[in-house]
């Protein structure tokens, strides 16, 4: 969610924020984004006060009878971790199981006898995703007898084929009362019983986007079992919907902050997904590079980075892990491609290193927090024939596209229930269902430009396949002067390369930074994909890159390496086990314990945090609890 460069950092474990709102990948300099684990100001959060009732703080060992978890669980640190802490809360799980698991010893087993055995898919060719996987895999083996087999994946793959599914919709019984799954979509496909085409127990693939600059947007994950993302199959045993209603109607960020703090502790007590941590990425740039800070919106102002001194010259060339398939706007589910799609074209706006509103393509303005009135500015133009970008463009693409049955876009849930009407030229106004005061901050109302003439056609014979591949959508041939790069030339699986846009229109505004007057202030841009690590950290010590993400076991020796500097930048991503509590999501036997609140539990208890941020991320990072960064505004005071 936050704009940042995407390419500096390991995207296979990242997906663009609609990815999971069917993916709208930020970049450019940057991302919007949705998944996987950085963040983290390395602090304790390892306390554990309040985790035991009448224990010693060391590992449960009271026979399980007196344990009690607090309003905030802090799962996965004494005295929350540890073989008989994990044993007690797994045989909780077993008693509300029909069938009979057991442990024989310290071995788990299933009802015919045979170990459990389960498997954790993690990103290939990504030594930090693999040290990860490998250290849980011991954990899981160590404090709860699990046998856990670790499988690399690509990324993409995991995605097309495990992650996602078929809509199907249904019904299920969920706390007692039937749910229907009206809205179906590839990251909810319907009930749990409704399953994504290859099986698959655990990943740590992807993460999720914490949204701390407003946790509203959350809903997309929690709001009850049938929100637009739950790949996993999660069913809140809190009244969800209930609760994020209440917050809704917050009228401050003090409020909403008082709001969530129900949501944080249910959601720290059920573990839909087992967290971990949360981990700066660590980013490796060319010395000479001006521009980079260690910011959560580091990249938001790359037209006016730099190298060397104030003049347009030279080439931005970055390296990254994440392939894409599409550059199309419309339909784009992948942060990589997000990131390629943003050299060229500029979304509508972004957050500067305050985190503040900053307009790109339109200014945003409320009185009451249900009308917004959106202010296109003037000198935007599309490339011919298309002409200036108007209000017009922007009406039309909500309500023809992203509003439309036919139509699944990237953004369609964003604007589901949004009335948007024209009030001018270079104006129009969106209503929301309710008053939110922080709506900018959840990214729903981003738009990318999209010529009215081009999509039309489309529009009137409901042609989505068509839309999907038009090569002047593919190949970003309107974009006229509303990027800061013009796409010379796209080499499926291999990257993008551009060159200056002379026309760029963040030249002619009043807002930002000096240089925005001369930006961008390089001749040309790439963008590499390249799978092996190795190859990708030879090209930024080399010069051949002008940045590349650098893993955590790496860090002290890059620090000490004069032909690169290092950034650690904050980030809202998390690193989480997905669990996967579908039908498919338990190959060891009959049933899934994955369902249970308590083996969730179990599993976080048998992982320790910090053992994982000391050994593999190198104490670049700290514990995950509360579903927010400590650094965020929203994170709850009573989990200090």
């Known amino acids: 969610m936050p704009r940042r460069n995407i390419e500096d950092r390991d995207d296979s474990r990242h997906v663009g924020r609609r990815q999971w709102l069917s993916a709208l990948g930020m970049a450019g300099a940057v991302t919007l984004a949705g998944c996987s684990g950085n963040g983290g100001d390395g602090g304790d959060g390892s306390d554990g006060s309040d985790g035991m009732d009448g224990g010693d703080g060391s590992d449960g060992s009271d026979g399980g009878e007196s344990l009690e978890l607090s309003d905030f669980p802090k799962f996965g640190v004494d005295p929350l971790y540890g073989r008989d802490v994990a044993h007690t809360l797994a045989e909780r799980a077993f008693e509300q199981s029909e069938y009979d698991y057991s442990f024989d010893g310290d071995t788990m087993v299933n009802p015919d006898g045979d170990q459990v055995e389960i498997n954790i898919y993690h990103s290939a060719g990504q030594e930090t995703s693999q040290l990860t996987a490998d250290f849980i895999a011991q954990e899981l083996g160590q404090n709860l007898g699990i046998n856990v087999s670790v499988e690399a994946i690509d990324g993409t793959r995991f995605n097309n084929e495990y992650w996602t599914a078929e809509p199907q919709g249904g019904t299920d019984t969920v706390n007692g009362e039937e749910v229907t799954w009206e809205n179906p979509t590839p990251q909810n496909p319907g009930p749990q019983s409704v399953t994504s085409n290859e099986p698959w127990d655990m990943s740590i693939v992807f993460g999720l986007n914490t949204y701390p600059l407003n946790p509203l947007t959350n809903s997309v994950f929690f709001d009850g079992a049938t929100p637009f993302y739950n790949p996993v199959g999660y069913y809140p045993q809190f009244n969800a919907q209930e609760l994020f209603d209440e917050a809704q ?42 521009g980079p800070i260690e910011n959560f919106s580091n990249g938001w102002d790359l037209p006016a980075w730099y190298e060397g001194d104030e003049s347009v010259s030279g080439s931005y060339d970055t390296v990254t892990s994440a392939r894409f398939t599409t550059l199309n706007p419309l339909f784009n589910t992948e942060n990589g491609a997000g990131t390629a799609i943003e050299r060229a074209l500029d979304p509508g706006y972004t957050f500067d290193e305050n985190q503040e509103y900053f307009p790109l393509l339109y200014d945003m303005s409320t009185e009451d927090g249900e009308v917004w009135t959106f202010d296109v500015r003037e000198n935007l133009q599309f490339s011919e024939p298309y002409g200036q970008v108007t209000a017009e463009d922007f009406v039309y693409l909500v ?73 002047e959508l593919l190949e970003l041939q309107f974009t006229g002067n509303l990027g800061a790069f013009e796409l010379e030339e796209w080499n499926r699986g291999s990257g993008t390369e551009y060159v200056r846009n002379d026309e760029y229109y963040l030249r002619d505004i009043d807002e930002g930074p000096d240089l925005f007057s001369e930006g961008p202030l390089f001749e040309e841009a790439s963008i590499s994909v390249v799978g092996e690590q190795a190859s990708r950290l030879g090209a930024l010590e080399t010069g051949e890159a002008d940045s590349a993400a650098i893993p955590p076991e790496q860090y002290e020796s890059y620090r000490e390496n004069e032909s690169v500097d290092v950034y650690q930048v904050p980030t809202p991503y998390n690193t989480i086990i997905s669990v996967n509590q579908r039908a498919n999501g338990w190959n060891a036997g009959p049933g899934n314990l994955f369902q249970l609140v308590p083996f969730r539990q179990a599993l976080a208890a048998a992982i320790s945090k910090q053992d994982l941020i000391d050994g593999v991320y190198r104490g670049l990072a700290s514990p995950h609890f509360t579903w927010q960064p400590r650094w965020s505004e929203f994170y709850p005071e009573t989990d200090e």
């Open 249 to 290: 109607q917050a009228t401050s960020v003090d409020e909403l902050r008082e709001a969530f703090v129900e949501i944080f502790e249910n959601l720290a007590y059920e573990q839909p997904y087992i967290t971990l941590l949360f981990s700066d990425d660590i980013v490796g740039y060319n010395p000479e590079l001006e």
């Open 399 to 471: 309500q023809e596209l992203h509003q439309a049955d036919w139509a699944p876009t990237a953004a369609s849930s964003s604007w589901d229930g949004v009335e948007v009407e024209q009030t001018g030229e270079f104006q129009f106004e969106a209503t929301l269902e309710s008053p939110n005061i922080l709506w900018p901050k959840t990214y729903d109302p981003i738009l990318y430009p999209i010529p009215k003439d081009l999509v039309q056609p489309y529009v009137e014979e409901e042609d989505v396949e068509g839309l999907e591949q038009d090569e």
